[in-house]
C-alpha cells in the first residue's frame, strides 16, 4: 500500500501563493504517475496537474496553465503544487494522487489518494 498525506493549503487573497506538498510512503516503488486534483463543493473532482516520475513530462489543465507548477523530489517522495495569482474560482479541496500508470488525467487513472487539503481564496 502506499500513503499520501498534503499540507500546504489555507486561506489566501487573490492574487497570492501558496505550494501544497504531499508525501508519499510505503510501497512508493510502485509509483508512476503522480497528480493534483480539486475538488469545489457541489461540483466533480477536476484534474489539475500531472507529472511523470522522471519529472520529464508535466500535464496542466487548461485553468491553471501559467498560473501553477507541479514538481516531484523522488528521493523524498514528495510531489509539490505552486499556485501563484490564484483566483477565487481556484477554491476547493485539493487531493494528491499517485498511480501505476506513466501518467493519468482522470481520477479513475489513479490508484492512492490523500485526504484533501482545504485551499480558499477570498476576493
Known amino acids: 500500500q502506499v500513503q499520501l498525506v498534503e499540507s500546504g493549503g489555507g486561506l489566501v487573497q487573490a492574487g497570492g501563493s501558496l505550494r501544497l506538498s504531499c508525501a508519499a510512503s510505503?510501497?512508493?516503488?510502485?509509483?508512476?504517475?503522480m497528480g493534483w486534483f480539486r475538488q469545489a463543493p457541489g461540483k466533480e473532482r477536476e484534474f489539475v496537474a500531472a507529472?511523470?516520475?522522471?519529472?520529464?513530462?508535466?500535464y496542466y489543465a487548461d485553468s491553471v496553465k501559467g498560473r501553477f507548477s507541479i514538481s516531484r523530489d523522488n528521493t523524498k517522495n514528495t510531489v509539490y503544487l505552486q499556485m501563484n495569482s490564484l483566483k477565487p474560482e481556484d477554491t476547493a479541496v485539493y487531493y494528491c494522487?499517485?498511480?501505476?500508470?506513466?501518467?493519468?488525467?482522470?481520477?479513475?487513472?489513479?490508484?492512492?489518494w490523500g485526504q484533501g487539503t482545504q485551499v480558499t481564496v477570498s476576493s
Open positions: 510505503g510501497r512508493t516503488f510502485v509509483i508512476n504517475a
Open positions: 507529472i511523470t516520475r522522471s519529472a520529464s513530462n508535466v
Open positions: 494522487a499517485a498511480g501505476w500508470k506513466v501518467v493519468g488525467g482522470t481520477p479513475l487513472e489513479y490508484d492512492y
